[in-house]
């Protein structure tokens, strides 16, 4: 019986100190030598702060925010996540204090499932979910990216950035090629074959089939670029195009 009760006893006291330590995610999230620990993700991570979460080869790692939690938890701190946060996003680097403004109150867009090379993305494809903060090349608007080809492979969950994607190719290295030029009531065509390939918008070198000549054309479509104004106006679209994004 004393056994049992100096047993309680013990329990007792030790419970507080069983109990994880209260931590706040920080308001802006940096590491500096390329591995994210936790004390890079929270204030008041104490002796648990040397502990490593993840590594980061770029310029930035998108961590779920729920493995995050769990990994706190087994180095006995609690994060509450009040916030309903799914993604940290931590960068190389200092914390930038500015950054503070946006943290807990923004969201980013997610890919709901992995796509191929190639693959075109679609508006199911993607998904709003709240995170601690948004990379520099996040798009701000689902139709940047909606239409756009996958220009490699890209995982379920992993946060949407502008350079995962480009124009769907519509011509490739090799093909035929009809380029047209208009102006002053002047019109005239020629067949090439396009050096490189290209989507819509984009600029393409074209060999011209007969003089073997280079020339920078604006791809239209499927086998159709132009030169000239009309690929001068194509240009100075795309340029405001995303000069507003």
Do not use: C
């Not at 993700?41 to 493995?67: H, K, M, Q, S, Y």
């Not at 923004?106 to 075109?120: C, D, F, H, P, W």
């Not at 996040?138 to 480009?166: H, S, W, Y």
Request: glycine share 12%.
């Amino acid at each position: 019986m004393r056994n049992v009760l100096a047993l309680l006893a013990a329990l007792t006291v030790a419970g507080p100190a069983l109990a994880g330590q209260a931590v706040s995610l920080k308001a802006d999230i940096a590491d500096q030598d390329g591995v994210v620990t936790l004390g890079d993700l929270f204030d008041g991570a104490g002796a648990a702060a040397r502990t490593p979460v993840a590594t980061r080869n770029g310029a930035e790692v998108v961590l779920d925010a729920g493995a995050v939690q769990l990994a706190a938890r087994r180095a006995g701190l609690d994060w509450a996540n009040a916030e309903g946060l799914h993604k940290i996003v931590v960068h190389g680097g200092a914390p930038a204090l500015a950054a503070s403004a946006a943290h807990g109150n923004v969201e980013v867009l997610t890919y709901t499932r992995s796509l191929a090379a190639g693959e075109i993305v679609q508006p199911t494809d993607l998904a709003w979910v709240k995170a601690a903060a948004a990379p520099s090349d996040a798009p701000g608007d689902a139709e940047a990216v909606i239409g756009q080809a996958a220009k490699r492979p890209l995982r379920a969950g992993a946060v949407v950035l502008a350079r995962d994607t480009g124009a769907a190719l519509v011509i490739k290295a090799g093909d035929a090629v009809t380029v047209s030029y208009e102006a002053e009531g002047i019109s005239l065509t020629l067949d090439g074959k396009a050096m490189g390939s290209a989507g819509v918008g984009d600029a393409l070198s074209v060999q011209n089939t007969l003089s073997k000549k280079i020339v920078q054309a604006v791809v239209t479509g499927p086998g159709q670029a132009v030169v000239g104004p009309a690929a001068d106006r194509l240009k100075s679209a795309r340029s405001l195009r995303y000069a507003v994004r």
